[in-house]
């Protein structure tokens, strides 16, 4: 079945630092893996996703995202933090290819803060 | 395009009462989904709607009923609510048939007393 963990349900880094949000997942058929952001009091916005093709994707607001197959992992980096990125950050996974699995599996979601 | 929309923003409900959250998007969505959005647990589904007359159960259906009424609309009944249906619920459309990539609208926050 397939599964997401994010690793830290809460991340901080002062403004200017690396972000990195660790993702990792598992999926018994070819994943489609996706980052969203979602800013307070609002719904959840796509950063970015990977199907096939290139494993270092970009996304919106500078992040981007590299899919390691031996890894099982997806992590979401920007290379300096703005106060404006404080949200929550979703990971998601596709189920699979019809019926029932045709839908995103979650992770849990971490909350970066941004320090000034 | 207003994309997708949630009505109402704010809803307090007394246990027992019933209610229904109504969606609706205009971007031509075959595929939609609802949500609840809880502390700590994350996106559960609810309910999807793989394509119009047609509903599934998801992770979380205990309580609710859903309504595919037309392509553009999808609505989530709550028929006794209880306090432990209090959440933020989302409404999502998949942008293409098969990229698995949602489009959420702005969310419903209820409470249950």
């Known amino acids: 079945a397939q599964s997401v963990t994010q690793l830290g349900s809460h991340v901080s880094v002062s403004e200017g630092a690396l972000v990195l949000l660790r993702c990792n997942y598992s999926s018994s058929v070819p994943p489609y893996l996706f980052w969203y952001v979602q800013y307070p009091n609002q719904g959840l916005q796509l950063l970015l996703k990977y199907t096939t093709g290139a494993t270092l994707v970009k996304g919106i607001n500078g992040f981007e995202a590299e899919f390691k197959k031996s890894e099982t992992s997806f992590h979401l980096t920007k290379p300096s933090a703005h106060m404006s990125d404080a949200a929550e950050y979703f990971c998601?996974?596709?189920?699979?290819?019809?019926?029932?699995?045709?839908?995103?599996?979650w992770g849990l979601g971490t909350s970066l803060a941004v320090n000034p | 395009n207003a994309g997708v929309t949630q009505t109402p923003k704010f809803q307090v409900l007394k246990t027992g009462q019933s209610m229904t959250l109504q969606c609706a998007q205009d971007?031509?969505?075959?595929?939609m989904y609802w949500y609840r959005q809880d502390p700590g647990m994350g996106l559960r589904l609810i309910y999807y709607s793989a394509s119009e007359g047609t509903t599934d159960k998801g992770e979380v259906p205990n309580g609710y009923n859903v309504s595919r009424l037309n392509k553009r609309e999808f609505s989530l009944r709550l028929e006794s609510a209880a306090p432990s249906q209090t959440s933020v619920y989302f409404c999502?459309?998949?942008?293409?048939?098969?990229?698995?990539?949602?489009?959420f609208g702005p969310g419903t926050r209820l409470t249950v007393t």
């Open positions: 971007m031509n969505h075959n595929s």
């Open positions: 999502a459309g998949e942008t293409r048939q098969g990229s698995y990539e949602q489009y």
């Open positions: 998601a996974v596709r189920g699979g290819y019809a019926g029932n699995n045709r839908k995103l599996i």
